[in-house]
Structure formats: structure tokens, C-alpha cells
């Protein structure tokens, strides 16, 4: 089918022009929020993952990560996420968004309990406003995760991640405030704190709570110094060694309690310090944490020509659903490429498999009832064609969706001379990509094409909006400034999208 002679030339872009803002790449924004516990106004720096062009697909929503020492890892946290989360290559975790806090007073809000001084870690300055953890865990349970889930698309999964101070409140978090949390990140974390008091207590309460549906990773910094070694580290008692002899401490009784259902898993990281140890941990635990998230797929998959595929997705999605606690789809852009894939091949049964699931995940989209239109159109199927077009266009108004509409249903193409089609005639860049396409007249019909694509040839049944011959899902507007065109509006299956007039 012509339908997918501009597909590739799209979908190479398509998740990268909505991630420039004014020529600017964005991954968050700073927020804030007047806290009453901490008697404080604190900033947060919030990461939303980019869902793709505003409108064209249905709203989603995403986990939470909790960042502490936010400002020290936030840009890391969301580009590994946004790595891992790609349905460009294997999924290895859920979109999701990064709330990072910033400190204001670290010793105070990270530290478990009041300490006069703990040698040789803490002296009297540093220890003099320790113990606000508590008070610091209930401004995030009763003031910012409210203020999150009010103002942005949260789902109920949570994760808490903090390194060094910051581990150790994940320890007192999980221990203290079990279910605040489905899942905990402790890198490197101070388990020396307090001559190893607090150590004894979290011990207690991994023996004593149950932890089920729980997940805790652990990640272990190599601090001793040269000379020291892991068997050596058995035996020694030194105060130099009392930071990760008390982690290990902790490994080890958290390994012996499986009783408690807690889902762990530890590593130690020998080529990493205190420093450096963050990354590696991060990667490593949400690998863990998700590791039912990502679905593997063969060459056989995507060439076998039943429904099977699209049985896998569904199975495995109602997997990820029950592990998460919430109803997880698969992308709706991605489904629809399947479904269009299919399409193209005129594998009719496999195409509609794809395009039924995604109407029953997202009833409330537009453009899975326009997709699924495209379907029966291929088909020749005008009555379910139109039925759905209708669908669509009464959850969104889509000029594209209304051209199709309007020649089912009796519009014809309209008759224009080469001298009227000469008018939309342009060179056309897209905004962000530097890619260019050009409009031209040629044998009296008005052409597209872009470098190294075939031509289509464009015909319009309402001016100044345009269609390819023989395609669905491709459309573009023109705006004119008197007879010649400045701006080109795209859409395509991936999305849509603006290109400027060249001058």
C-alpha cells in the first residue's frame, strides 16, 4: 500500500521533535511546595516522560521515583529512565515520572535519630541538627507525594531512591513506613550512623515485619583503603572500615530473612567508590526491580502472520499489571505500527487483532477509531470505515479524520488547475529535525517528496488541507499568506508535526 511511503521518512523523528522546546532540550521543571512539617519552602525538581505530540494519542500515566539529593542525581536518574524505558529497543522499565528534592539541610532531614557526635564520621557542628528523618518522611507522605498526585499523572507505584545520608533514610522508610513505598534503593547507605544503633533496629524489623510485594536493591561501594581486602574485612575492627562492614552487616541479615517475603537483591560494586557507586547501582536495581517489564520478541514474531504477537503482547501486559498493582497497556503507537505493518502486507486478521487491542486500552483515543477506520477502508468495508471515523471524530475534531469521512461519504476531490496548485508549491523544513520536503506541481497534480522517499501525489477535498492518493493516515494543512505558503502542518501515524516555508 502507498499508505507507508512517508513512514520511515517519520518515525525516525518522532520522538525527538517534542523534546525541543524553543531550541531548547527539556527534562523537567523546578516546582515548589510551602511545607507546614518542615516549616520551609522546598523546591523539587519534576520529570514528566514525554507521552508524544499533544493530542494525538491518549493521556498516560506513570510511576513515581522519589530522589534524594535530588539536584546531585536528577539528570542521570532521567536520562538512564528514559533509556531503559524506550520502545525503541528492549523495555526494560515503565516510563515514569522523577521527583528529585533537593537538600536544604541534609544532616537534619536524612538522619534517623539525634546524635551528639559520632567519631570519626560526625563531629559536634555537623551532628548539632541530626534526627529530622521522621519528620522529613511524613513532609513526603503527607505534604509532596499529595501535591504530586494532584498536579501531575501519577499512577500508584512508588519507588524511593537515596544514596550515602540518603540511604539510609530509604532504610528507615522501609522499615518505619513499610507501605509508603512498593520499592526501595539504598546505595551505599550509612548504616554506621549512631554507633551502629540504628543498624540494630532496622535488623529487628527485617526480622520481625513482613515485607511481601516489596522490592529492595542494595548496592555496596568498595570504601576500604589500599591494602584491605574483602577477607581481610571479616576480621577487622577498625573504625576505617566501619562503613562497609556495617552494609555488609546489614546484607547479610536481609540475605538470612527470607521469612519476611521481602523481594532483595544486593551487589557489591569493587571498582566503584562512595563517588561513583550511584550509577551503576541505579541501573543495576531498576533492571531488578522490573524484571518482568520487558518482553522479548524474536525475528519470528514479527513475521509470523497470525494473531500470535498480538496474544504475546496481551499476556504479558496482564503480567506487568499484576505486578505493579494497576492495568498496564502496551504503547498505543506502537500497537498501531503493528497494526499498520500488518496492513501493508494485507494480513488483514493480524492487522485487526492489533488495532481491536488498542481500541480496548484506550477507548477514549481519537486515533485508534481512526486507525481501526483505516482498517475496514482497507477492506472496503465503508460502513464499519465510516462508523469509526464517526467515533473518532466525536472524541476529537482531526482534519485528516473529517477528509476521509467526508469522501466516504459522497465529497469528491476537488478540481484545481496547475495554476491554483502552483500556490502550495514549497520547500519546507521541520521544526527540529532539519529534514526538508517539497511540494510541486508536476503533469498537473500537486506532488510531495522528500530526500531519498518516492513522491506522492497530494489531492484536497477542502482547501487549503491536502491528502495523499491511495493513503490513510497521512494528512497536510497549508497557511497562506496571501498566495504563498508559510507553514505546513503534518500529520502522520507517529504524530504530527510543523514545517516552516524556506525563503
Known amino acids: 500500500m502507498k499508505k ?38 522546598r523546591k523539587i525538581w519534576v520529570h514528566v516522560p514525554d507521552s508524544g505530540p499533544a493530542g494525538f494519542y491518549a493521556k498516560q500515566r506513570y510511576p513515581v521515583v522519589y530522589l534524594l539529593d535530588g539536584d546531585a542525581h536528577f539528570s542521570s536518574v532521567v536520562g538512564m529512565i528514559e533509556q531503559l524505558s524506550s520502545v525503541n529497543g528492549n523495555v526494560i522499565c515503565p516510563e515514569m515520572i522523577v521527583v528529585a528534592i533537593p537538600n536544604t539541610d541534609r544532616t537534619r532531614d536524612l538522619t534517623p535519630t539525634h546524635v551528639e557526635s559520632d567519631p570519626p564520621f560526625m563531629d559536634r557542628d555537623f551532628s548539632k541538627n541530626s534526627g529530622g528523618g521522621e519528620k522529613f518522611l511524613s513532609f513526603i507522605e ?12 501519577t499512577q500508584p507505584y512508588k519507588m524511593l531512591i537515596g544514596h550515602s545520608f540518603g540511604g539510609l533514610l530509604v532504610m528507615q522508610a522501609l522499615t518505619r513506613h513499610t507501605g509508603l513505598f512498593n520499592a526501595y534503593v539504598a546505595i551505599d547507605p550509612s548504616m554506621w550512623y549512631d554507633k551502629q544503633r ?12 513482613k515485607y511481601e510485594g516489596v522490592s529492595l536493591f542494595l548496592g555496596i561501594a568498595n570504601t576500604m583503603n589500599e591494602g584491605m581486602t574483602l577477607l581481610k574485612l571479616q576480621k577487622d575492627t577498625t573504625a576505617a572500615t566501619r562503613h562497609i562492614r556495617s552494609i555488609f552487616d546489614l546484607d547479610k541479615h536481609v540475605k538470612a530473612s527470607k521469612q519476611n517475603g521481602l523481594r532483595y ?6 571498582d566503584d567508590s562512595h563517588g561513583s557507586v550511584p550509577l551503576i547501582t541505579e541501573y543495576d536495581a531498576l533492571h531488578f526491580i522490573f524484571n518482568y517489564y520487558n518482553l522479548k520478541l ?11 504477537l498480538a496474544d504475546k503482547y496481551e499476556r504479558h501486559f496482564a503480567n506487568v499489571s499484576k505486578q505493579l498493582g494497576y492495568k498496564v497497556s502496551p504503547v498505543e ?30 477507548p477514549g483515543s481519537y486515533n485508534v477509531y481512526d486507525s481501526y477506520g483505516d482498517f475496514f477502508l482497507a477492506k472496503k468495508d465503508t460502513a464499519n470505515a465510516i462508523a469509526n471515523f464517526t467515533k473518532a471524530l466525536s472524541l476529537k475534531e482531526n482534519p485528516e479524520t473529517r477528509g476521509k469521512l467526508d469522501e466516504l461519504q459522497g465529497q469528491k476531490a476537488l478540481k484545481l488547475t496547475a495554476d491554483e496548485l502552483q500556490k502550495y508549491a514549497g ?31 497530494l489531492y484536497s477535498t477542502k482547501l487549503p488541507e491536502f491528502r495523499i492518493k491511495n493513503a490513510t493516515g497521512y494528512s497536510f494543512r497549508f497557511e497562506m499568506d496571501s498566495d504563498k505558503p508559510t507553514v505546513l502542518h503534518i500529520v502522520v501515524p507517529e504524530g504530527t508535526f510543523k514545517a516552516m516555508a524556506k525563503k
Not at 142 to 153: A, C, N
Open 4 to 41: 507507508f511511503l512517508l513512514l520511515t521518512l517519520f518515525s525516525a523523528f518522532a520522538f525527538v521533535a517534542p523534546a525541543q522546546i524553543n531550541n531548547k532540550i527539556v527534562i523537567g521543571e523546578i516546582d515548589s511546595i510551602q511545607s507546614k512539617l518542615l516549616n520551609e519552602k
Open 198 to 209: 540504628f543498624l540494630a533496629d532496622t535488623k529487628k524489623a527485617l526480622t520481625t515485619k
Open 333 to 362: 503507537s506502537l500497537i498501531n505500527g503493528h497494526g499498520y505493518g500488518a496492513l501493508a502486507n494485507k494480513n488483514f486478521k493480524k492487522a485487526e487483532r492489533f488495532f481491536k487491542l488498542n481500541v480496548a486500552n484506550y
Open 427 to 457: 520547500e519546507f523544513e521541520i521544526a527540529g529535525v532539519g529534514m526538508t520536503l517539497k511540494t510541486f506541481v508536476s503533469n498537473g497534480v500537486l506532488k510531495i517528496s522528500a530526500p531519498g522517499r518516492p513522491e506522492g501525489e
Open 265 to 270: 537483591q544486593s551487589n557489591y560494586y569493587g
Open 298 to 308: 524474536t525475528q519470528k514474531d514479527y513475521t509470523d502472520t497470525t494473531t500470535a
Open 142 to 153: 503527607k505534604e509532596l507525594m499529595p501535591h504530586i498526585d494532584s498536579l501531575y499523572p
